[in-house]
C-alpha cells in the first residue's frame, strides 16, 4: 500500500468517524428537545442547580446506581458510574434549595473505587438537612460506606446490605503474553516503581506492601461505619469479612435502621425534614437511556476515543 492510499484510508476512517459522531450529536440534540416537549426533563431542571422551585417542601431525590468510579464510565460503551462530582452536585443542588427539608438517596449498588466512596460519605457527613437512604436489591461494599453517613438507612426484607471490605486484584498476564510473543522492557527509576505490572508476578515484599495498605483502608472503612452506626468497633470487624446479609440480618446487626420500601422510606424522610402530608419529590434522574445518549456528546465521545485503552488499577470496596 503507497502513501497516497495509506493516507485515503485514513481520511475515510477519519470521516466515518466524525459523521458518526455528528450524527450521535444530532440524535441526541433531537431526544433533548422531545424529552422538554413532552415534559420528560422536569425533574432534572428542579432545585437551585436547576433554577425551578415549587415553593412547596420537598423531598430531593439522589439515585445512587451502578459502579462507584472516580471516572464517569468504564470505556466508550461502558456503563455510566457513580462519581462524587455526580453526587457532591446534587447534594449541593439540595443543600442550596430552601424549599427542600430532606435528602432521600436510592441505592442500587454494589461499591467499587474505596477513594470515590470515601469521598462521597465525607460529604455527606457534612450536609445538615436529614438523610434517609433507600435500598433496593443491594447496598455494599462502598455504597454501604456511603450509606453509613445517613440519619436513617431502609431497605427491603430481601436487600443485600454490608460486604464491609477491601480486595485489590493484580493480574499476572506473564504466561499468556509468553504464549502470543509480548515482551515487556522495563525500565524504572524507584524501587517499586512497576509494582503491579501485569508481566511479572509481584514479590513477597511487594504483596505485605500492598496488603498493609488495604488493612489501613480496611481499618478506615470499620471505624467509619462503627462511628457512623453507633455500633462497637470490635462488633463490627466481627460482621466486616466481606459478606452480604439480607435485610432482615442487617437490620438484627445494626446496619439498617428499618425493613421497608421506597415508599417508607419518603415517609421517613418527610417526618425527619418537618413536612406534612404527601411529600413531593424532585431532583435529578441518574443515568436513564435518555440520559445515557446525552453524555456521549461530541467532546466526551473524542475523549473516550482517545483515552479507551487506558488502564489504571486502585483499591475498591466491592
Not at 428542579?46 to 470505556?75: C, F, H, K, P, V
Request: charged share 20%; proline share 3%.
Amino acid at each position: 500500500m503507497n502513501d497516497r492510499t495509506k493516507k485515503i484510508s485514513a481520511g475515510r476512517i477519519i470521516g466515518f468517524v466524525f459523521a458518526g459522531l455528528f450524527v450521535l450529536f444530532v440524535f441526541s440534540s433531537g431526544c433533548f428537545l422531545a424529552g422538554l416537549a413532552a415534559g420528560g426533563f422536569s425533574s432534572v431542571f428542579t432545585g437551585t442547580g436547576g433554577g425551578i422551585s415549587s415553593g412547596l417542601d420537598t423531598i430531593y431525590l439522589i439515585r445512587l446506581e451502578g459502579t462507584i468510579s472516580a471516572t464517569g464510565s468504564a470505556g466508550l460503551l461502558g456503563s455510566p458510574a457513580v462519581t462524587p462530582e455526580y453526587v457532591i452536585e446534587q447534594l449541593r443542588n439540595a443543600e442550596k434549595n430552601p424549599s427542600v427539608k430532606a435528602i432521600l438517596i436510592r441505592v442500587n449498588s454494589g461499591g467499587g473505587s474505596a477513594a470515590a466512596s470515601q469521598e462521597i460519605y465525607e460529604e455527606l457527613k457534612k450536609v445538615d438537612k436529614p438523610v434517609v437512604v433507600s435500598v433496593g436489591d443491594i447496598c455494599a461494599s462502598g455504597a454501604y460506606y456511603i450509606s453509613c453517613a445517613a440519619d436513617e438507612i431502609v431497605a427491603n426484607r430481601t436487600s443485600a446490605v454490608g460486604s464491609i471490605g477491601v480486595i485489590m486484584q493484580i493480574p499476572n498476564l506473564e504466561e499468556l503474553y509468553d504464549k502470543i510473543g509480548i515482551k515487556y522492557t522495563t525500565i524504572k527509576q524507584g524501587k517499586y516503581k512497576d509494582v503491579g505490572s501485569s508481566d511479572r508476578p509481584i514479590t513477597d515484599e511487594e504483596k505485605e506492601l500492598f496488603k498493609k495498605q488495604t488493612f489501613k483502608i480496611y481499618e478506615q472503612f470499620v471505624s467509619d461505619v462503627a462511628t457512623s452506626r453507633n455500633i462497637p468497633v470490635d462488633k463490627v470487624r466481627e460482621i466486616a469479612t466481606g459478606w452480604v446479609y439480607i435485610g432482615t440480618e442487617a437490620l438484627d446487626l445494626g446496619l439498617v435502621d428499618s425493613i421497608g420500601t421506597y415508599r417508607d422510606a419518603e415517609r421517613i424522610a418527610a417526618r425527619l425534614g418537618g413536612i406534612k402530608g404527601e411529600p413531593v419529590i424532585i431532583g435529578g434522574q441518574q443515568f436513564n437511556f435518555l440520559d445515557m445518549i446525552l453524555d456521549y456528546s461530541f467532546n466526551q465521545v473524542a475523549g473516550k476515543v482517545l483515552n479507551i485503552l487506558e488502564q489504571h488499577s486502585y483499591p475498591v470496596i466491592n
